[in-house]
């Protein structure tokens, strides 16, 4: 079975301070990983995606995430949240198909 | 054009309503999608066009009645609608490495998306 683990429901951070969202992803073959970032009442915004090679992806707003092969995990990651990136946040892996599979998101609250 | 708009914003129907949802991309991407969305959970796809062909459907109601007319426009027809269809409705689009595989991995672009109300 093919799945998606997005852990935390929900990340609470201080403004300045580094962010992470987790993921980690059980999907056959070689999945393309992507992250999205929704905001209220609007669609997904992409923000990064990782294909192949560098496994430190960087992407949109000043967002990065590393891919760990062997973890099968993409962590994203800001070093310094901003009050505005408090958001709903998506990871997605495609399955074999080529289809998004997402996890369940995690809501970041940022406070100043 | 790099965006996915879709119309109208906002909608309430009845449930004896027939109203229809409108996507438009110009970005030259041969496949389309609709997702339905419940508050704070992923979104859930219903429907995929390739080329302007069916080739996936997730099962749907047959009260939701997708179309696309041509490679830039993708309806969703609505028809006796129940108050849990509501929802908000995303479209996507993305290319498509090859006419026919199903490999959509380029990754998606996302409509801000239509707030569906059912009354």
């Known amino acids: 079975a093919q799945s998606v683990a997005q852990p935390e429901d929900q990340v609470n951070v201080a403004e300045g301070n580094p962010l992470t969202v987790k993921c980690t992803y059980s999907v056959s073959g070689n999945p393309y990983l992507f992250w999205y970032v929704q905001y209220p009442n609007r669609g997904l915004q992409f923000l990064l995606k990782y294909i192949t090679g560098d496994n430190l992806v960087k992407g949109s707003y000043g967002f990065e995430a590393e891919f760990n092969k062997s973890q099968t995990s993409f962590h994203l990651k800001k070093p310094s949240a901003l009050v505005s990136d408090s958001a709903l946040y998506f990871c997605a892996p495609t399955d074999s198909w080529g289809k998004l599979q997402f996890g369940a998101g995690t809501q970041v609250v940022v406070t100043p | 054009d790099t965006e996915v708009t879709q119309t109208p914003k906002h909608l309430v129907m009845g449930m004896t309503n027939k109203k229809s949802l409108k996507c438009e991309q110009h970005?030259?991407?041969?496949?389309m999608y609709w997702y339905k969305q419940k508050a704070k959970k992923p979104p859930e796809l219903m429907f995929v066009?390739?080329?302007?062909?069916?080739?996936i459907n997730e099962s749907v109601p047959s009260r939701f009645s997708p179309e696309c007319p041509n490679s830039s426009l993708l309806n969703l027809h609505l028809h006796a609608l129940q108050p849990e269809d509501s929802a908000l409705y995303l479209c996507a689009s993305s290319q498509e490495l090859s006419p026919g595989t199903g490999a959509f991995n380029y990754g998606y672009t996302f409509g801000s998306g239509t707030r569906l109300t059912v009354v």
């Open positions: 970005m030259g991407h041969r496949a």
């Open positions: 066009y390739s080329y302007e062909k069916l080739s």
